[in-house]
């Protein structure tokens, strides 16, 4: 056997088959795969510290992210020029803080690339994010009971939709006031319905772990409303009393002291 022909044979056929691969690094890089998926608010409020979350395309590596933030009233904007980031993943997270001005948009430029192999690819996005004067919604909490109350969440329901769930305790005698900042355009123009509840109230017996409230935004039609809100800023305030309950406990006694008792009677 011609061992010099067969070895000569197979470098031949190494490199043809490697030829495909050589032009399909480039192909599978620009035949659109690369993607950029990006999640973030769809309005804040002015001095609002948000975040954008947006994660590459898997496959590639050499991931970067360049953004640019821009306003017509940009005082107070964070990140005014540009920031640049590196990644392994292709996951990025940049933290932004609204203008100092409402009835504005942000204006936010993504650019992102990643490399296949030497071939660079990229892709730009671009976000308008509106900006609104804020909302102020204040939960006052009260214990008035000898028992402390832990881990309660204390949702916040705004016309229906949640907008905020806080996690609070509260030792004997203790009160605390819960705030909730949200961008006004939440709120419809003319009633507005809030509920503030404790999620896990049936731990409780007789407590108030629900309140719900309407409220008028914008001029109201007559003067029965008792909450009015005509500015943007508004301070609401909300009670829950945790009073004259406690939680739920087991009653009867243990089951291996019955049976014990059961037992010396039989003796």
Not at 78 to 100: C, M, Q, R, V, Y
Not at 121 to 143: D, H, M, Q
């Amino acid at each position: 056997m011609n061992y010099k022909f067969l070895i000569s044979t197979i470098c031949v056929s190494l490199i043809v088959m490697s030829i495909p691969l050589a032009f399909a690094e480039p192909s599978h890089a620009t035949n659109g795969s690369f993607n950029v998926t990006v999640s973030h608010p769809s309005s804040v409020y002015k001095n609002e510290r948000f975040q954008i979350f947006f994660n590459e395309s898997q496959g590639f590596s050499n991931y970067t992210a360049t953004i640019y933030t821009a306003a017509e009233y940009a005082i107070g904007l964070s990140a005014g020029g540009n920031s640049h980031e590196l990644s392994k993943s292709g996951f990025f997270e940049f933290n932004i803080t609204a203008p100092d001005a409402a009835n504005q948009s942000v204006y936010i430029t993504i650019y992102a690339t990643a490399t296949y192999g030497s071939v660079e690819v990229s892709k730009i996005i671009n976000i308008a994010i509106p900006v609104y004067e804020p909302i102020t919604l204040s939960a006052y909490i009260s214990n008035i009971e000898s028992t402390t109350y832990s881990n309660m969440s204390i949702q916040f329901i705004l016309n229906g939709a949640i907008i905020s769930t806080k996690v609070v305790s509260l030792g004997p005698g203790a009160s605390k006031e819960i705030t909730v900042i949200e961008p006004s355009s939440l709120l419809n123009n003319g009633i507005n319905t809030l509920q503030v509840k404790i999620l896990n109230g049936s731990l409780f017996t007789g407590v108030k772990s629900s309140y719900v409230s309407t409220f008028y935004y914008g001029t109201p039609p007559n003067y029965d409303w008792i909450y009015y809100i005509s500015g943007g800023v508004v301070i609401f305030m909300v009670f829950l009393v945790l009073a004259s309950g406690k939680r739920k406990t087991a009653t009867g006694q243990p089951k291996w002291r019955y049976n014990r008792k059961k037992k010396q009677k039989k003796s």
